[in-house]
Nanobody
Framework: QAQVEESGGGLVQAGDSLRLSCTAS????????MGWFRQAPGKEREAVACINRDGTTQAYSDSVKGRFTLSRGNAKNTLQLQMNSLKPDDTAMYYC????????????????????WGQGTQVTVSS
């Protein structure tokens, strides 16, 4: 099981930007997808953005397309999420996932049965 750690959350105003970072260690999987998910109070965890195993394909939820951008480090164990033009609806706990059984298909992030999650980083956007 990989250890996953997120950072970069905070309290910002609508229209501001934040950059989230994720670092995974203890990786033993031959390949894996990585992605960002978020969960707001009372709601299910949803995919925000993800990248496939070889880093050639990304997917974004409709709600963040054009505002959020993924980037992956050369070592492939780091993942950043640049979030621009933040809205109050973006308020949530953001989780990074390393998923040996995940996939990026048809513009969607597909989760496997048991990804490795970080503890999450809170993003709060005030209006």
């Amino acid at each position: 099981q990989a250890q996953v750690e997120e950072s970069g959350g905070g309290l910002v105003q609508a229209g501001d930007s934040l950059r989230l970072s994720c670092t995974a260690s203890g990786l033993t999987y031959p390949s894996y997808t990585m992605g960002w998910f978020r969960q707001a109070p009372g709601k299910e965890r949803e995919a925000v953005a993800c990248i496939n195993r070889d880093g050639t394909t990304q997917a974004y939820s409709d709600s963040v397309k054009g505002r959020f951008t993924l980037s992956r480090g050369n070592a492939k164990n780091t993942l950043q999420l640049q979030m621009n033009s933040l809205k109050p609806d973006d308020t949530a706990m953001y989780y990074c996932a390393v998923d040996p059984h995940g996939a990026v298909v048809g513009g969607r992030c597909l989760r496997g049965p048991d990804p490795d999650w970080g503890q999450g980083t809170q993003v709060t956007v005030s209006s």
